[in-house]
């Protein structure tokens, strides 16, 4: 069992950068796909960015491509979510979560561990 924690949340003015990590604990994630989502009141959980268990291969929705990125560091059991730009239409709780299945992918019904969630607030 893979317990994820996220962290770095905030409230930042528009313009402005977050940085969001995501610790696991419990089970190496060294062999997992991660993905970062986000949820605001009354929508659907979207996707926002994954990253293939190495590495190598990254995936981000259109409306963050260019101004997110995400990263991992297999050794430290972490996961993050570097957010530059940040609009208000970012203003979300951000969930980190891991797919032991093979792949990477954007969908938020193939991931298998969640986190709890951290609130980005981005005022104008």
């Known amino acids: 069992q893979v317990q994820l924690v996220e962290s770095g949340g905030g409230l930042v003015q528009a313009g402005g950068s977050l940085r969001l990590s995501c610790a696991a604990n419990?089970?190496?994630?060294?062999?997992?796909?991660m993905g970062w989502f986000r949820q605001t009141p009354g929508k659907e959980r979207e996707f926002v960015a994954a990253?293939?268990?190495?590495?190598?291969?990254?995936y981000y929705s259109d409306s963050v491509k260019g101004r997110f990125t995400i990263s991992r560091d297999n050794a430290k059991n972490t996961v993050s979510l570097q957010m530059n730009s940040l609009k208000p239409e970012d203003t979300a709780v951000y969930y980190c979560?891991?797919?032991?299945?093979?792949?990477?992918?954007?969908?938020?019904?193939?991931?298998?561990?969640w986190g709890q969630g951290t609130q980005v607030t981005v005022s104008s």
């Open positions: 419990g089970r190496a994630i060294g062999r997992y796909r």
């Open positions: 979560a891991g797919r032991g299945g093979i792949g990477t992918t954007t969908h938020v019904g193939e991931y298998d561990y």
């Open positions: 990253i293939s268990w190495s590495g190598g291969v990254t």
